[in-house]
Nanobody, 115 residues
Framework: QVQLVESGGGLVQPGGSLRLSCAAS????????MGWYRQAPGKQREFVAR???????DYPDSVKGRFAISRDNAKNTVYLQMNSLKPEDTAVYFC?????????WGQGTQVTVSS
């Protein structure tokens, strides 16, 4: 069973930056595709970023060029660097992965972008 624990959320002004972390345990981290999703109040959860086992990354247009996902396999941790934050980035951010046994989510970390 994979466990995911996010950290690094908080309140930031528009144009600011935050770095989220997701620590994984219970599995061989390097073998997992890792992702970030977010959910704003009253909206569906949406895809934010993905990094493969080879380090290839993928982003939706809404965050491309502003967000960057990375991984440190030695620390079993995936990061989400968020720059040029906008009020519409306000959401709970979730770490995600999956394997043949199921889909795994962290508990989420709140990101609020407001002046």
């Amino acid at each position: 069973q994979v466990q995911l624990v996010e950290s690094g959320g908080g309140l930031v002004q528009p144009g600011g930056s935050l770095r989220l972390s997701c620590a994984a345990s219970g599995a061989i981290f390097s073998r997992y595709v890792m992702g970030w999703y977010r959910q704003a109040p009253g909206k569906q959860r949406e895809f934010v970023a993905r990094i493969t086992t080879e380090g290839n990354t993928d982003y939706p247009d809404s965050v491309k060029g502003r967000f960057a996902i990375s991984r440190d396999n030695a620390k079993n941790t995936v990061y989400l660097q968020m720059n040029s934050l906008k009020p519409e980035d306000t959401a709970v951010y979730f770490c995600h992965t999956f394997d043949t046994r199921g889909v795994y989510w962290g508990q989420g970390t709140q990101v609020t972008v407001s002046s």
